[in-house]
């Protein structure tokens, strides 16, 4: 019997590594697989027969078998490509991939993607890589992931904004301290270069997409001594106005559905600098009618050009705003920084005064102007981000995030159960799943025009086939001479 169990035991060899080059082979074979990680076998012994008490021991191995295959998720090096849609990872995660025939979820390290038939950002055999939608106003992800359409995308119009977190119209500029004051009353349903020191324009886009100068002109206020108290003699604090100014937001008449070629005002405001020339604050305004009254005569006077009165900021923008009826339909409300301003006296203010509208001596000089919103446009092209972000390329010439790639990492990779065609799924084994962007909890950065090169090592696999080949001619061997031996066993009855 014990002939018997050792020609079990070399035969149990054989399998072993004969499986054992099977492993090897494979690492071989898949050297050139992007995102491939080598396999390596775990070794068992097999527990055999039990011996008599007493002898040394008590049971006796009775072969080998593999006791499971291990991933080594070691870093491969990278290699550099020239398309943007091949995906690397620097780090522990996996790109998240769903079937859209199945709904099932399987993970890869092999980032060489493509677009479907629909458009979608895809892995070679069609499976779809998920992402994140991503705010168009503050960048920041947003939903569950799903599916990225890449090709074929049309981008909506998108308005110029509120001056919600940072939309609108941005202006910073320094204007000239020594101006002289205009002399001109401003009629804002007819404004004309007289009337103001300095102006700027910016393009602005309706809810439709169209285009529109918005102009903002500066106009210097004149200072005025504070007001005497006639009971005392002596000044009222506060009174007093200096280092004011007055600006206009206007459009030409034709978008505004008026008379083309003249400038309207749709509202305005107010500004107050300090002596050294800061902004403190800048307030919206509004346009208020004045009346005409009479002469001592009684006869009816005309009415003045309407008259520009404070009104307060917006507390949820912190920045005046302006509805303008484009094309004379329904009001769009834009907003417009000229700078946070400071308070002179707090010194613990953290903000500065110097980041948008100055009043220095000097030339008028507009240091930058902008304005957020888009025309509709399709995408021609893509880009990312180490942290995933996909950045689309429109054919109406502006650039922004349509999505951000997702990663997924397991407590316990090694336990992924391989599928076939470079992908993994996840086992009992492989312990918790997290899910989420690029660059956040050890998942990994992502980069671009690289993919990751498998990580076996060819002298390493050859030295481990030899090793193989030499156990698998050893355990061949006890084969061989344990049928010899049994053979002698048979003849002795001879």
């Keep these: 019997m014990a002939l ?13 590594q004969g499986k054992t080059m099977q492993v090897v082979g494979n690492n071989i074979a898949n050297v050139n697989t992007f995102g491939f990680k080598r396999n390596s076998v775990a070794f068992e012994d097999l527990m055999g027969n039990a011996w008599p008490q007493g002898a040394a021991f008590t049971k006796a191995s009775n072969g080998v078998k593999i006791g499971g295959v291990e991933m080594d998720y070691s870093q491969g090096a990278f290699e550099t490509t020239a398309l943007s849609t091949d995906l690397a990872i620097a780090g522990g995660g996996f790109f998240t991939v769903v079937n859209p025939s199945t709904n099932n979820e399987s993970y890869t390290r092999n980032g060489q993607f493509s677009y479907d038939k629909e458009g979608f950002l895809s892995t070679l055999r069609g499976g779809r890589i998920q992402a994140l939608k991503v705010d168009r106003v503050t960048g920041e992800s947003k939903g569950i992931p799903g599916a990225l359409q890449v090709l074929g995308l049309v981008d909506a119009p998108q308005p110029t904004g509120t001056g919600l977190k940072g939309t609108g119209i941005k202006l910073a500029a320094n204007l000239d301290a020594n101006a002289s004051v205009k002399d001109v009353p401003v009629d804002p349903t007819n404004v004309t270069d007289n009337m103001y020191n300095f102006a700027t324009s910016t ?7 169209n285009t529109h100068a918005a102009t903002v002109a500066m106009r210097k206020r004149p200072d005025l001594p504070e007001q005497i108290d006639p009971g005392t003699g002596q000044p009222i604090a506060g009174t007093g106005v200096s280092n004011q100014w007055e600006y206009y937001v206007m459009f030409d008449g034709a978008s505004l559905g008026q008379v083309p070629g003249t400038m309207v005002a749709v509202g305005g405001g107010f500004m107050q600098f300090t002596d050294d020339g800061k902004l403190i604050a800048a307030t919206g305004g509004s346009f208020e009618a004045q009346p005409g009254g009479v002469d001592p005569d009684g006869n009816p006077l005309p009415a003045g050009p309407p008259r520009l009165i404070p009104q307060p900021v917006d507390p949820d923008t912190g920045v005046p705003q302006f509805a303008i009826p484009f094309g004379g339909g329904a009001p769009l409300v834009i907003g417009l920084h ?13 903000r500065s005064g110097l980041d948008g509208i100055t009043q220095f001596a000097g030339h008028y000089n507009v240091l930058r102007t902008s304005a957020d919103g888009n025309p509709a446009g399709t995408l021609e092209s893509i880009f990312l981000e180490d942290n995933g972000t996909v950045n689309g390329v429109f054919d109406a010439g502006y650039t922004r995030s349509i999505g951000r790639i997702v990663l997924t990492k397991f407590d316990n990779p090694g336990k992924l159960a391989q599928v076939g065609e470079n992908m993994l799924v996840e086992t009992l084994g492989s312990g918790k799943k997290v899910t989420g962007e690029a660059g956040t909890a050890g998942l990994g950065e992502i980069r671009s025009k690289s993919l990751e090169q498998s990580n076996v090592d060819l002298s390493q696999e050859f030295v481990k086939m030899v090793e193989t080949q030499r156990a698998f001619q050893a355990s061949a061997k006890t084969v061989t001479t344990s049928d010899e031996m049994i053979q002698d066993l048979i003849n002795m009855k001879r």
């Design 338 to 350: 000229l700078g946070d301003g400071f308070n002179p006296d707090d010194p613990t203010d953290p």
């Design 4 to 16: 018997l169990g050792s020609l079990n035991t070399g035969a149990s060899g054989v399998k072993t």
């Design 203 to 209: 393009t602005v886009y309706d809810a439709l997409g």
